[in-house]
């Protein structure tokens, strides 16, 4: 092959790349990418904005390895969501990359976050999405109560997006600050977890209640905080993941940078403990790969209603409900533990829409971990299974109610969204 000619230039400062949609969904994890596609399947134009590199979010590099959320509680337990859901959990299925097994009552799927993200990229291709990866949002331009652009920077030049409506995915209402919307917050500080993986392991690897005592009685020796948690080994490979660690969540540029930075040596201290403590099983054991900080909640948008803890307790059916979920109350409030609170075999929580609506902000809705419910009861909803349900409502309340969505049909939302409310397939032991 014949050398090319080096060529030199003094480029100018790149253009700005401007795209028009009917949506733009900010965020590609679980709950913006189920809001992208199953925007695009209705017909509209959607551009999906993230900031890292790649989509998937933290279901993806976040190496969360669990999908909790999609199943009801009990000796048959039933499916919740549906939709792009559904489509994600039949491409894994297909793939080979999905083992459920029982927990509480219920399902919990092992995935390979590597299908999931390939999965991901399929749907959004098919439902025509225009995705835009390493786009760090910069402003938001506003009149009046509707938000019609945002500004971001990428390493290639800035990017406009205008828009008729805009849905919230970032996991921490980043779009909602940038807007100038108001938000909520729990009033104390919520631990979040780095997700790391093992291979290499020995037999037998012990149970969660194995490692939990351990720990009550050996965490000090090495220096660990958290007293609970759970190693769980992947069915037919050589492969555990790890899930042994609390970090207080910051919302600053600098202070989460210096968690990422400390998060190693934290890994550190918790592989002597697996190795000192279990060496049979772990004595041989390296670490694979190591997950992006998982952020569980931090803050969200204020709407127009808020789910609270009472809601979610008494399992009271929401008359806006799009969706709905059977996780317990799972709050990350501690750094030495995690509240639950578990409940009975037909207990489920509604979501309403109401809590996705941004209050101040009239063709802005939040879907996933950003929609407005006391600390306990996002804590019950935060999980893929439900995030994905929200999305799909984000969607649908975008295709109906354009840029004003105080003035949607709720009956006409429920009904584009009636098997995430409804429909009951059975599980997968069934």
Same mark, same amino acid.
């Given at each position: 092959?014949?050398?090319?000619?080096?060529?030199?230039?003094?480029?100018?400062?790149?253009?700005?790349?401007?795209?028009?949609?009917?949506?733009?969904?900010?965020?590609?994890?679980?709950?913006?990418?189920?809001?992208?596609?199953?925007?695009?399947?209705? %017909?509209?134009?959607?551009?999906?904005?993230?900031?890292?590199?790649?989509?998937?979010?933290? *279901?993806?590099?976040?190496?969360? $390895?669990?999908?909790?959320? #999609?199943?009801?509680?009990?000796? @048959?337990?039933?499916?919740?969501?549906?939709?792009?859901?559904?489509?994600?959990?039949?491409?894994?299925?297909?793939?080979?990359?999905?083992?459920?097994?029982?927990?509480?009552? +219920? =399902?919990?799927?092992?995935?390979?976050?590597?299908?999931?993200? $390939?999965?991901?990229?399929?749907?959004?291709? @098919?439902?025509?999405?225009?995705?835009?990866?390493?786009?760090?949002?910069?402003?938001?331009?506003?009149?009046?109560?509707?938000?019609?652009?945002?500004?971001?920077?990428?390493?290639?030049?800035?990017? +406009?997006?205008?828009?008729?409506?805009?849905?919230?995915? +970032? !996991?921490?209402?980043?779009? !909602?600050?940038?807007?100038?919307?108001?938000?909520?917050?729990?009033?104390?500080?919520?631990?979040?977890?780095?997700?790391? *993986?093992?291979?290499?392991?020995? &037999?037998?690897?012990?149970?969660? @209640?194995?490692?939990?005592?351990?720990?009550?009685?050996?965490?000090?020796?090495? %220096?660990?905080?958290?007293?609970?948690? =759970?190693? =769980?080994?992947?069915?037919? &490979?050589?492969?555990?993941?790890?899930?042994?660690?609390? #970090?207080?969540?910051?919302?600053?540029?600098?202070?989460? +940078?210096?968690?990422?930075?400390?998060?190693?040596?934290?890994?550190?201290?918790?592989?002597?403990?697996? &190795?000192?403590?279990?060496?049979?099983? =772990?004595?041989?054991?390296?670490?694979?790969?190591?997950?992006?900080?998982?952020?569980?909640?931090?803050?969200?948008?204020?709407?127009?209603?808020?789910?609270?803890? /009472?809601?979610?307790?008494? $399992?009271?059916?929401?008359?806006?409900?799009?969706?709905?979920?059977?996780?317990?109350?799972?709050?990350?409030?501690?750094?030495?533990?995690?509240?639950?609170?578990? #409940? $009975?075999?037909?207990?489920?929580?509604?979501?309403?829409?109401?809590?996705?609506?941004?209050?101040?902000?009239?063709?802005?809705?939040?879907?996933? &971990?950003?929609?407005?419910?006391?600390? #306990?009861?996002?804590?019950?909803?935060?999980?893929? !299974?439900?995030?994905?349900?929200?999305?799909?409502? @984000?969607?649908?309340?975008?295709?109906?109610?354009?840029?004003?969505?105080?003035?949607?049909?709720?009956?006409?939302?429920?009904?584009?969204?009636?098997?995430?409310?409804?429909?009951?397939?059975?599980?997968?032991? /069934?």
């Amino acid at each position: 092959m014949k050398e090319p000619r080096r060529i030199e230039s003094v480029p100018g400062r790149p253009a700005r790349r401007v795209l028009e949609a009917d949506l733009c969904v900010v965020g590609a994890g679980a709950a913006g990418v189920s809001a992208a596609v199953e925007a695009g399947r209705l %017909g509209l134009r959607v551009v999906l904005v993230d900031s890292l590199a790649q989509i998937g979010g933290q *279901s993806v590099n976040g190496l969360i $390895g669990t999908l909790c959320g #999609f199943f009801s509680m009990g000796d @048959a337990p039933y499916q919740l969501s549906y939709g792009f859901a559904a489509d994600v959990l039949a491409d894994l299925q297909a793939a080979g990359a999905l083992a459920w097994r029982p927990g509480r009552r +219920s =399902f919990v799927g092992l995935y390979d976050e590597h299908e999931l993200a $390939g999965s991901y990229a399929r749907h959004l291709r @098919a439902a025509g999405v225009e995705v835009v990866l390493g786009a760090v949002l910069a402003e938001a331009q506003r009149e009046g109560d509707r938000l019609r652009r945002i500004d971001a920077w990428t390493r290639h030049g800035p990017l +406009s997006v205008t828009a008729r409506c805009f849905v919230d995915a +970032s !996991g921490d209402a980043a779009l !909602g600050a940038l807007a100038g919307a108001t938000l909520q917050q729990a009033e104390l500080p919520v631990y979040g977890t780095r997700m790391f *993986s093992i291979a290499g392991l020995g &037999r037998p690897v012990p149970t969660r @209640a194995a490692v939990i005592e351990r720990l009550e009685q050996a965490a000090p020796r090495y %220096g660990l905080a958290r007293r609970d948690g =759970f190693v =769980f080994e992947f069915p037919g &490979r050589d492969l555990c993941l790890v899930n042994l660690t609390h #970090f207080q969540t910051p919302l600053d540029a600098v202070a989460m +940078s210096r968690v990422a930075l400390e998060a190693r040596s934290e890994i550190d201290r918790v592989m002597a403990f697996l &190795r000192g403590e279990f060496p049979q099983a =772990f004595g041989g054991a390296r670490i694979q790969s190591v997950g992006q900080p998982g952020v569980r909640q931090t803050r969200g948008i204020a709407a127009l209603r808020t789910l609270s803890t /009472a809601q979610v307790r008494s $399992g009271e059916r929401l008359p806006d409900a799009i969706g709905r979920c059977a996780w317990p109350i799972e709050f990350h409030g501690r750094e030495e533990g995690v509240h639950w609170e578990t #409940f $009975g075999d037909e207990h489920i929580t509604w979501i309403p829409l109401g809590a996705m609506v941004a209050r101040d902000l009239r063709n802005l809705v939040a879907a996933g &971990r950003c929609v407005d419910a006391e600390p #306990f009861a996002l804590g019950a909803i935060r999980v893929i !299974g439900p995030c994905m349900a929200m999305g799909a409502a @984000a969607a649908a309340a975008a295709f109906l109610g354009g840029d004003d969505l105080h003035a949607l049909d709720v009956a006409k939302v429920q009904a584009l969204v009636a098997d995430n409310l409804e429909r009951r397939d059975p599980g997968p032991a /069934a």
